[in-house]
């Protein structure tokens, strides 16, 4: 069984463009997270989603930033016109029952 | 509301000798704690978890936890420190109440080895 996939593992944009990354959770696994690391900091949360429904997206902000999962494919997390703060590491967990979440390796997202 | 101070961000040992990283927690319900691991650039990986059966639980690689509701903490340990345990180590706490919440991370506690 594969752990959490994530992709691209490293992601370089430019301000102005835009940034999506993609999660591939666990087999079997329908439940998916996103949190964000900022350098020297631990992980923030961003959005929880199920299947086709967003659960709970209170850690996101509020313009520029959604994310997805659809029926199927992979779980995306889209950045709209990155800016330099939006650059740090992007990790996507996915757990089978909404416990024990497992992380995938993160795409760390540089911002020039 | 729910957090978690890791009260050291920055732990020394030397190879063969005690660990010892502390973590207070705070939660209005009964939590589930975790401690998980992140070596340089490489993703978490899950050390270890406290869901309400044993207070001390046992986790990878020879870490253990002791969950102690008295004095909301949950410090990891391992008998004798190996350089490969060298990473970031978080301390995390989810509302076991409400299923499916968010986990709340420490700031983590950066573990250096030394020979």
Known sequence: NAGVMQNPRHLVRRRGQEARLRCSPMKGHSHVYWYRQLPEEGLKFMVYLQKENIIDESGMPKERFSAEFPKEGPSILRIQQVVRGDSAAYFCASSPNSETQYFGPGTRLLVL | ?115
């Open chain 2, 1 to 115: 509301a729910q957090s978690v101070t890791q009260l050291d961000s920055h732990v020394s040992v030397s190879e063969g000798t005690p660990v010892l990283l502390r973590c207070n927690y705070s939660s209005s319900y009964s939590p589930s704690l975790f401690w998980y691991v992140q070596h340089p650039n490489k993703g978490l990986q899950l050390l270890l978890k406290y869901t309400s059966a044993a207070t001390l639980v046992k986790g990878i690689n020879g870490f253990e936890a002791e969950f102690k509701k008295s004095e909301t903490s949950f410090h990891l340990t391992k008998p004798s420190a190996h350089m490969s345990d060298a990473a970031e180590y978080f301390c995390v706490v989810s509302d076991q109440k409400q299923a499916g919440t968010a986990l709340i991370f420490g700031k983590g506690t950066t573990l250096s080895v030394s020979s």
